[in-house]
């Protein structure tokens, strides 16, 4: 076969390895090793079954070919791959000396060999690679954006089948604190910091919710502010079960007097009652993001309230 005919004989043979890679959940991302008699080695993506940030396909199909040949120089050596290696890959790549490198897609994001560094061509390195590019590039970019966009899919139809636990929780600001509690995980122990709320009961409006609740377990009386509504969807780990959770937040404010926290005896996971400073929000209330959000969003609309008045 002669240059052309052999590189697109090469990459059909990577996509359909890659097309197994999607199959098992991986980016479908295949690399083949070829000499000048034929296959050295293959390899595809393995980072999700193995649980490691080295399980591109290129480094695979590098280290397997290597061992066959009982060497780590390749430079007779060509590497079909179907997308663009990311610098670690361009890195491995041009350390095993690799005489040429074929590849398909482009990648914009994240590409080493021509789209974001150009590693491989590097005169200060002490070796330079060969590189053909777009070879069956629309057929590599579409098997790549067509796994991404099935795997949103995926997620867009496991949310619209989840139960959500119907929820409510308030934002109390008072001199740049906010009010809330200690809890620990029954199971895991994991200290939390959570804004007073709960499930709706029977027949409850979620304001009605968010005062009763916030009574229970903080002692402190409280008037929701309606219009302050904000709506957010999650998953939220507790007691060794993932609960699927649609929590309204809102902002309210004290219809007592200010006082010191008293004791509460709610649950066996309440550990205290807290007004924590506003400046520590992102690291109290890190452990999920659209909880973060929500005190975050909520924070600034009592404050800007108080600025007001």
């Known amino acids: 076969m002669l240059g052309p005919e052999k590189d697109t004989y090469w990459m059909k043979a990577a996509l359909r390895l890659a097309r197994k890679a999607a199959v098992l959940g991986e980016v479908p991302i295949a690399a083949i090793v070829v000499d000048d008699e034929g296959v050295v080695s293959y390899a595809i993506n393995t980072r999700e079954r193995q649980n490691t940030p080295l399980g591109h396909a290129e480094l695979f199909a590098l280290h397997k070919a290597s061992q ?7 430079n007779n050596c060509t590497l079909y791959v179907t997308l663009e290696p990311c610098v670690m890959c361009a890195g491995a790549i041009q350390q095993s000396r690799v005489a040429r490198v074929v590849y398909g897609a482009k990648d914009p994001k994240g590409g080493a060999v021509e789209s974001l560094y150009s590693v491989l061509k590097d005169p200060r ?9 777009g070879i069956l590039e629309d057929e590599c970019q579409k098997l790549i954006s067509g796994f991404f966009q099935d795997k949103r899919d995926e997620k867009k139809f ?3 089948q989840k139960i959500y636990r119907e929820r409510t929780s ?9 009010l809330g509690f200690h809890a620990i995980d029954p199971t895991s122990q994991v200290p939390y910091f959570f804004l007073p709320g709960g499930g709706l009961e029977e ?9 009763r609740e916030c009574l229970e377990e903080t ?15 999650y998953d939220f780990f507790w ?28 649950t066996n996971y309440h550990k205290g009652v807290e007004w924590i400073q506003a400046s520590k929000v992102r690291e109290i209330f890190g452990y999920q993001k659209d909880i973060l959000w929500a ?14 008045r």
């Open 68 to 74: 066959k040949k009982g060497s780590w120089r390749l």
């Open 125 to 133: 390195l002490n070796h330079t690679v060969e590189v053909s590019s």
């Open 158 to 160: 496991e949310k619209a």
């Open 170 to 178: 308030v934002i109390v600001v008072h001199k740049n604190t906010i």
């Open 203 to 211: 027949g409850e409006s979620p304001v009605a919710a968010a005062e």
């Open 219 to 233: 002692g402190y009386r409280v008037k929701v502010l309606p219009e302050t509504a904000f709506e957010r969807k």
């Open 239 to 266: 007691n060794g079960e993932s609960y699927a959770c649609r929590t309204v937040f809102y902002v309210a404010e004290l219809v007592e007097p200010w006082t010191e926290p008293k004791p509460v005896n709610d």
């Open 295 to 308: 005190v975050q969003k909520l924070l600034k609309t009592a404050q800007k309230r108080s600025t007001l």
